[in-house]
């Protein structure tokens, strides 16, 4: 069964610095998406970046991008530039692209931003 | 607009006593999905739901039931088996087919045992 990691419970980050936040997986699969989620203390998922496994880039949306290493089976996010908005709950989830098979998600990572 | 609904948004449930949480969507989604979150926990699938009058067991899939009558539709009951009912519960949607894209969230519907 494909599982995802978030090894980071917790983290802060300075207003206007840069975090990084860790996520790796594990599957047979070559082929797959790879998701961040965030939810804010509202509790609205809202998707942050989507990754395909096939494309070798990076995604990037705005002040939010990916590493992407396919061969570690790890997916980290990048905040450029943190804003107190950011502050949220992190998911990050894994879904094999056939049919309608269920994401399946990390524990999460807690981002406090700092003013 | 386009959306999933989740209703109540809080809800209150005494002990012994079954409870249906909605979920209903404007999307034209064929799947649905609902979610258990408890601190430290994330995200975990109770069932889910690929085309109407079906539906497929999750991880934790024990003490709760759904059905999917309509399209629209796929409320989940929580029942008296369900040991520890207290959590947030997430109903989502997805396309299933072309590009995936992921889910599109509801905005959930806290359940709290009294």
């Known amino acids: 069964a494909q599982t995802v990691t978030q090894s980071q419970p917790e983290m802060s980050v300075q207003e206007a610095e840069t975090v990084t936040l860790s996520c790796t997986y594990d599957?047979?699969?070559?082929?797959?998406?790879l998701f961040w989620y965030k939810q804010p203390p509202s509790r609205q998922m809202i998707l942050v970046i989507r990754?395909?496994?096939?494309?070798?880039q990076n995604a990037t949306e705005n002040r939010f991008s990916v590493n992407f290493q396919k061969a570690a089976k790890s997916f980290s996010l990048k905040i450029s530039d943190s804003q107190l908005g950011d502050a949220a709950m992190y998911f990050c989830?894994?879904?094999?692209?056939?049919?309608?098979?269920?994401?399946?998600f990390g524990k999460g990572t807690r981002l406090s931003v700092i003013a | 607009d386009g959306g999933i609904t989740q209703s109540p948004k809080y809800l209150f449930r005494k002990e012994g006593q079954n409870v249906t949480l909605s979920c209903e969507q404007n999307?034209?989604?064929?799947?649905m999905y609902w979610y258990r979150q408890d601190p430290g926990q994330g995200l975990r699938l109770i069932y889910y739901?690929?085309?109407?009058?079906?539906?497929q067991k999750g991880d934790i899939a024990e003490g709760y039931s759904v059905s999917r009558e309509k399209k629209e539709s796929f409320p989940l009951t929580v029942t008296s088996a369900q040991k520890n009912p207290t959590a947030f519960y997430l109903c989502?949607?997805?396309?299933?087919?072309?590009?995936?894209?992921?889910?599109?969230f509801g905005s959930g519907t806290r359940l709290t045992v009294v």
């Open positions: 599957t047979s699969e070559s082929d797959y998406y």
């Open positions: 989830a894994y879904k094999i692209p056939s049919g309608n098979t269920p994401l399946v």
């Open positions: 999307l034209n989604h064929d799947a």
């Open positions: 989502a949607s997805s396309e299933g087919h072309g590009r995936d894209y992921g889910y599109t």
């Open positions: 739901s690929q085309i109407v009058n079906d539906f």
């Open positions: 990754q395909e496994a096939y494309k070798q």
